[in-house]
């Protein structure tokens, strides 16, 4: 009896003694001015001008800064070494220029782009309407696979003065206002050659330069004090250290214990290792611009040619359910083509679950227990495409479709994808590289033609005549009218399925970013833009 | 006083299923300066016998089950094991049957016989070299071999060198166990000469470990027979190769086959030695002996002296009947 | 002695030539593109043929095999990355310093470790020792490394808080790699050296030295340890060369920049030049490794060394024996 009161008495005084230590941390609350201690940031003097001195982030892709060139285009890097052309204001969707002073459609093929005349490199020359030219022209030059659908014509193309710039075009594509194009100094870059070493630190007008870049460890960016635009738009952030990780689990060790400020997380898996976030960080999980259309490979298989068989996958597959499975906490439910955030937007409808319907329409198509319809696919060996191929066999099951895929390394994959009888007779889409306010266009990309990967390729007559004509439209209303067309043509015909929009994570430490600051950073134009979080604007 | 005395050794090699009895009850002498014959088939005991007395047995099975071994007086089996090094090498040695592997491969011989003289005596490295180089000549290998390495030698010269190395701190006794089985005739009697020249000059009291009785008869002073880990008979030469009283012994001399008759089946003794393991009741070897009766079934028969230094383990003589 | 060792230096030619011929093949017949690695997915087919004009991928297999070689053996040049353009050689001499100090480190922490716990497993054989000994490297050898190093991180990066989790800021970021590769090298050696110790003690010449009053600690010091550890220099050999190659996963998980993720990185990008410069590097090295081995045998194993005996002395000593001796 005795003991047994003790032993109570011992008890509890250990949870009390428990909950008041856990006290200070409960009672803290976001109010009080935020204390950095995360060895991820060195805090910058009073009067120096500077928020931060050094912030240390993380990143598992390493290259050099050649606009243009995937996959290891460094992005997060570029934008902080050169000016973009054409930029979207997150809060407000408008398109804004940096180095722009004015542009406008001259006529219906002219588009005349007027600079500002006090832009200057690193290395001290003046940005001109050459250099403008030369960072479009030059990505032609290189096949990159930047600018293949817009169809400049550089005969007609005529630098008027100094700044101003008239562009022609054979074919306007309306994601045109959506590439990045870095400013690139001409001189420069022919002075080099794009094979050279030099591009690692490469010359460009932004407000950072690479001061140090150790091949796969990490790359140094230092605020520059020659930056041209420096009064209007000054950067809180003297130095940026990027720190490279061969394995994500290190990365996310890495922040929990506070070694890096920030990283970003495309699998899923990692996503859910810090989704609960913890000891002084936590994870945002933003939209990316884009989302997962689920394809039927047309040129791959003929058995889509008939509505009743992509009729039966829409009914067929609990969409909603495959995508929760597949994509775990990054799952955002959506009716359509683009997200909800962007002007094009439309809700196309949405999906029931019906599988005795599924089998039907099969049947009617001629497929049944003996003559089970039979689909093939190669798809990249990584977490998001393993996962959905096998949570679709499964479901195919279900319906009675025997469904087989093979998972083969990128480089091999995409052979198979860009080539005519690879077996990629259908596939899941999305575009990595785009913003919230995505345009259905960019989203659909290979949609409207059968250059690039044979499975996105939809092909429907109409379809294409209405993609073709948004991508070519220069006035903002009707393109968004002619982009909701094509995208509620998709829904009717069932010509593809879309279940989900696109996020991606992002992982920061609470003490040295805002929620805020990072959704500023993030939601703009690119994955999350460093400079956009450097900028002044962004601390005040 | 005898120099070594082996009084009553028991030794049982103990497995996980079966108990091994290799030696059972024996006791032998070795005089001062004297040679003594251990003869016997494989399997007898002899070199149980033989690593019994320098405390090499290997120890998880092996298990002296009792008896004495006095050396110079001192019980040999009660002695700490570093004092049984010093008399190892020193005051008795031993050479084994297979010269081809009883030298290390990657030390020069001359560093192997010095190591004798490290190991006993405060040698320095040049008086050690002087003395392995004399032991060298001695036993008729040139000194500048000495920075040679065992492979380099054929299988009599290794021998030598073992014996070199044996030797080399003049012990009062050595243990030979068949130290020429292994090698051609010609060079046994090569290394037998040695062997006794060697014997003779510095007075070593020797342990003759062998099967083969010729040799015997050119070397040994006594010859003890032994069967199935207990003797059965012992006497000196003369005795033994005069007048052989054992059915065993007689079976032995029998099986030589001789130069003089011209025949055309050799005389064996049939049948195998009993399973060590397994030893029957009675005498051990009555299963294979012409004479036996009952009675050798039962009672183990006991170690009788015939006549003077003759010894005999055998019912069918001294004292009963003779037929 | 110096004879044999030039006839194997100048044997590394012919052996190397091959390798180089065997992984070029390999490369260049599996599946997967650099051109579309690098142009991405959407391009046309004038960029596709402009990019591979511009690599040298559209020349015959003959073509660029030869100019392969050609490049190697006057200029040492092995090529730029397709992906960075940095020049092949460059990186890998800096990789490779890096791979090197990890490896020569572990291989002796190897040899420090494994060779007395061999030798305490061996002579005190069926004891506790010998089984605690021998269940730790079973366990260590099954257990992988990509299994053991992100415990280790879990346990003294996160936990402990007493090494860096990744890159290479200063000795303490060496100590885990390190710690992980050395492992699975202790365990190899400690069972090499252990079974090398066993055979050796039931030798002939071990039974001689105990007869001669030799005490047991130094007849295994003096008689069975050199013996028994010729074995084990082959391993140790063997081991090294394979941790040149790069102990890929521990590089990537605590990413140090060595010449495993340097391979690894070119195989995913099917960047040729980094493919084929890493793999002939890491044959360079194994046979550099193997006759470093073979010469360590020759001055261990007297049995080898006397086969180099220089012919003149040789000569006389034959000489010598023929005449003094009588004795076979």
Same mark, same amino acid.
């Given at each position: 009896m005795k003991s047994r009161m003790k032993l109570r008495n011992i008890c509890s005084a250990f949870v009390i003694a428990a909950m008041l230590f856990t006290l200070p941390t409960v009672t803290a609350s976001a109010d009080e001015p935020r204390e950095v201690t995360s060895p991820c940031v060195k805090v910058a003097e009073e009067g120096s001008g500077y928020v931060y001195d050094s912030v240390t982030m993380g990143t598992g892709i390493f290259g050099n800064f050649i606009p243009g060139t995937a996959p290891t285009e460094t992005d997060n890097g570029c934008s902080l070494v050169f000016d973009v052309v054409f930029k979207v204001d997150p809060e407000t969707k408008e398109l804004y220029s940096d180095i722009l002073e004015d542009w406008y459609w001259e006529d219906e093929s002219t588009l005349v782009m007027k600079m500002k005349d006090n832009i200057y490199f690193s290395n001290g020359e003046n940005a001109t309407a050459e250099d403008l030219l030369y960072t479009y022209s030059s990505h032609a030059d290189r096949g990159s696979a930047y600018v293949t659908e817009v169809k400049i014509n550089y005969d007609k193309t005529e630098i008027r003065d100094d700044y101003t710039l008239a562009m022609n075009f054979d074919a306007f594509y309306s994601g045109f206002y959506a590439y990045k194009m870095y400013l690139i100094d001409k001189s420069w870059s022919e002075s080099v050659g794009w094979d050279s070493l030099e591009w690692l630190q490469p010359v460009g007008s932004g407000p950072y330069a690479v001061?140090? !870049?150790?091949?796969?460890?990490?790359?140094?960016?230092?605020?520059?004090?020659?930056?041209?635009?420096?009064?209007?738009?000054?950067?809180?952030?003297?130095?940026?250290?990027?720190?490279?990780?061969?394995?994500?689990?290190?990365?996310?060790?890495?922040?929990?214990?506070?070694?890096?400020?920030?990283?970003?997380?495309?699998?899923?898996? !990692?996503?859910?290792f810090l989704k609960e976030g913890g000891d002084g960080y936590d994870v945002y999980a933003g939209p990316s611009g884009c989302c997962y259309i689920f394809q039927f490979g047309f040129l791959e298989n003929d058995c889509w040619y008939d509505k009743r068989v992509r009729e039966a996958f829409s009914y067929g597959i609990p969409w909603e359910e495959f995508g929760a499975v597949t994509l775990g906490t990054s799952y955002r439910p959506t009716h359509g083509f683009v997200p909800e955030t962007s002007p094009e937007y439309i809700d196309v409808g949405g999906y029931t679950y019906d599988v005795e319907k599924a089998k039907e329409l099969l049947k009617e198509a001629g497929y049944d227990e003996s003559n089970p319809l039979k689909l093939h696919t190669v798809m990249m060996d990584v977490s998001f495409y393993s996962k959905t191929c096998e949570a679709f066999e499964y479901y195919c099951s279900q319906m009675g479709v025997e469904f087989t895929y093979d998972l083969k390394d990128i480089p091999a994959c995409v052979m198979d994808w860009n080539t005519l009888g690879g077996g990629c007779e259908l596939g899941w889409n999305f575009n990595n590289l785009g913003s919230t306010t995505q345009q259905f266009v960019q989203s659909m990309t290979f949609a409207g033609s059968d250059a690039g990967a044979k499975w996105c390729f939809v092909d429907d007559d109409e379809f294409v005549e209405l993609y073709n004509a948004a991508s070519a439209e220069t006035d903002e209303e009707k393109r968004i009218e002619l982009s909701k067309k094509a995208q509620q043509r998709l829904y009717d015909e069932c010509l593809a399925i879309p279940y989900s929009e696109c996020s991606y994570a992002v992982a920061y430490r609470t003490d040295v970013f805002t929620l805020d600051q990072l959704i500023k950073g993030v939601m703009c134009n690119d994955y999350y833009n460093l400079t956009n979080i450097s900028l002044a604007s962004n601390w005040e | 006083m005898s120099l070594l005395e082996i009084k009553n050794l028991t030794v049982e090699y103990v497995l996980r299923k079966s108990v091994v009895h290799a030696v059972n009850n024996i006791s032998l002498n070795v005089d001062a300066g004297k040679t003594l014959g251990l003869v016997g088939e494989t399997g007898a005991g002899k070199t149980t016998t033989a690593l019994s007395i320098m405390g090499l047995l290997p120890h998880p099975p092996a298990k002296v089950q009792s008896g004495e071994i006095l050396f110079e007086g001192q019980d040999l089996l009660k002695m700490k094991e570093h004092d049984l090094e010093n008399i190892r090498g020193n005051k008795i040695s031993m050479i084994f049957q297979d010269p081809m592997t009883a030298l290390n491969p990657v030390l020069t011989v001359g560093e192997q016989i010095a190591e004798t003289f490290h190991l006993h005596g405060n040698y320095s490295r040049a008086e050690a070299e002087k003395e392995s180089l004399k032991m060298l000549e001695m036993v008729g290998i040139r000194p500048e071999r000495s920075t040679e390495y065992p492979h380099q030698f054929s299988g009599g010269m290794k021998q030598r060198v073992v014996i070199a190395m044996a030797l080399a701190c003049k012990p009062q006794l050595l243990i030979a166990d068949e130290p020429t089985t292994a090698l051609d005739v010609t060079i046994q009697a090569q290394v037998l000469e040695l062997m006794n020249d060697l014997k003779v000059t510095f007075n070593t009291a020797m342990l003759l470990i062998t099967h083969d009785l010729g040799i015997v008869a050119e070397t040994c002073d006594d010859v003890a027979i032994i069967y199935a880990g207990q003797l059965v008979e012992y006497g000196s030469i003369e005795q033994i190769f005069d007048n052989p009283l054992h059915p065993y012994t007689i079976g032995l001399f029998g099986s030589i086959p001789s130069l003089d008759e011209d025949v055309e089946r050799l005389k064996p003794i049939p049948g195998l030695?009993?399973?060590?393991?397994?030893?029957?009741?009675?005498?051990?070897?009555?299963?294979?002996?012409?004479?036996?009766?009952?009675?050798?079934?039962?009672?183990?028969?006991?170690?009788?002296?015939?006549?003077?230094?003759?010894?005999?383990?055998?019912?069918?003589?001294?004292?009963?009947?003779?037929? | 002695?110096?004879?044999?060792?030039?006839?194997?230096?100048?044997?590394?030619?012919?052996?190397?030539?091959? *390798?180089?011929?065997?992984?070029?093949?390999?490369?260049?017949?599996?599946?997967?593109?650099?051109? *579309?690695?690098?142009?991405?997915?959407?391009?046309?087919?004038?960029?596709?043929?402009?990019?591979?004009?511009?690599?040298?991928?559209?020349?015959?297999?003959?073509?660029?095999?030869?100019?392969? %070689?050609?490049?190697?053996?006057?200029?040492?040049?092995?090529?730029?990355?397709?992906?960075?353009?940095?020049?092949?050689?460059?990186?890998?001499?800096?990789?490779?310093?890096?791979?090197?100090?990890?490896?020569?480190?572990?291989?002796?922490?190897?040899?420090?470790?494994?060779?007395?716990?061999?030798? %305490?497993?061996?002579? /005190?054989?069926?004891?506790?020792?010998?089984?605690?000994?021998?269940?730790?490297?079973?366990?260590?050898?099954?257990?992988?490394?990509?299994?053991?190093?992100?415990?280790?991180?879990?346990?003294?990066?996160?936990?402990?808080?007493?090494?860096?989790?990744?890159?290479?800021?200063?000795?303490?970021?060496?100590?885990?790699?390190?710690?992980?590769?050395?492992?699975?090298?202790?365990?190899?050696?400690?069972?090499?050296?252990?079974?090398?110790?066993?055979?050796?003690?039931?030798?002939?010449?071990?039974?001689?030295?105990?007869? /001669?009053?030799?005490?047991?600690?130094?007849?295994?010091?003096?008689?069975?340890?050199?013996?028994?550890?010729?074995?084990?220099i082959t391993v140790t050999g063997s081991s090294f060369a394979l941790m040149m190659g790069g102990a890929l996963v521990v590089e990537m998980i605590f990413t140090i920049p060595g010449l495993g993720t340097y391979l690894y990185n070119g195989i995913t990008n099917r960047d040729y030049p980094i493919i084929n410069g890493s793999v002939i590097l890491a044959a360079t090295i194994v046979c550099i490794m193997s006759i470093v081995v073979d010469i360590t045998y020759t001055v261990v194993d007297p049995r080898l060394k006397t086969q180099f005996v220089s012919k003149k002395s040789g000569n006389r000593r034959k000489k010598l024996a023929q005449a003094g001796d009588g004795h076979v």
């Open positions: 001061t140090e !870049y150790v091949m796969d460890d990490h790359i140094t960016f230092t605020a520059r004090d020659d930056y041209w635009n420096k009064d209007e738009n000054p950067v809180k952030i003297r130095e940026w250290y990027m720190k490279y990780y061969a394995d994500s689990a290190t990365m996310a060790m890495d922040m929990e214990l506070g070694n890096i400020a920030m990283c970003a997380f495309t699998a899923v898996d !990692y996503e859910r | 030695m009993p399973d060590p393991a397994n030893l029957p009741v009675g005498c051990k070897f009555c299963t294979r002996c012409s004479r036996a009766v009952k009675q050798c079934e039962e009672a183990e028969p006991e170690y009788l002296e015939v006549e003077p230094g003759h010894f005999v383990r055998c019912n069918r003589i001294g004292g009963t009947d003779n037929g | 002695m110096a004879k044999y060792v030039l006839k194997r230096i100048l044997l590394l030619i012919p052996v190397l030539l091959g *390798v180089l011929i065997v992984v070029f093949t390999i490369t260049y017949l599996t599946p997967g593109d650099p051109v *579309v690695t690098i142009l991405g997915t959407g391009y046309t087919p004038e960029k596709y043929v402009a990019k591979a004009a511009e690599l040298g991928l559209d020349k015959s297999y003959l073509e660029q095999l030869w100019n392969y %070689i050609w490049h190697i053996f006057t200029r040492l040049d092995f090529g730029k990355s397709y992906i960075t353009n940095v020049p092949v050689a460059t990186e890998l001499a800096t990789r490779v310093v890096v791979t090197a100090k990890i490896a020569i480190i572990t291989i002796i922490i190897d040899v420090l470790v494994g060779v007395p716990c061999g030798i %305490i497993a061996s002579t /005190k054989q069926y004891s506790a020792w010998d089984y605690g000994f021998t269940s730790f490297a079973l366990l260590s050898s099954a257990i992988p490394s990509f299994v053991i190093a992100p415990v280790f991180q879990v346990i003294f990066c996160v936990k402990l808080r007493w090494f860096p989790l990744a890159g290479l800021a200063g000795v303490s970021s060496y100590v885990l790699p390190i710690a992980v590769n050395a492992l699975g090298g202790i365990a190899l050696i400690t069972r090499m050296t252990r079974s090398s110790m066993l055979e050796t003690i039931r030798q002939d010449y071990i039974r001689t030295a105990k007869a /001669k009053g030799m005490g047991r600690r130094e007849v295994v010091r003096k008689h069975a340890l050199k013996n028994a550890l010729i074995p084990v």
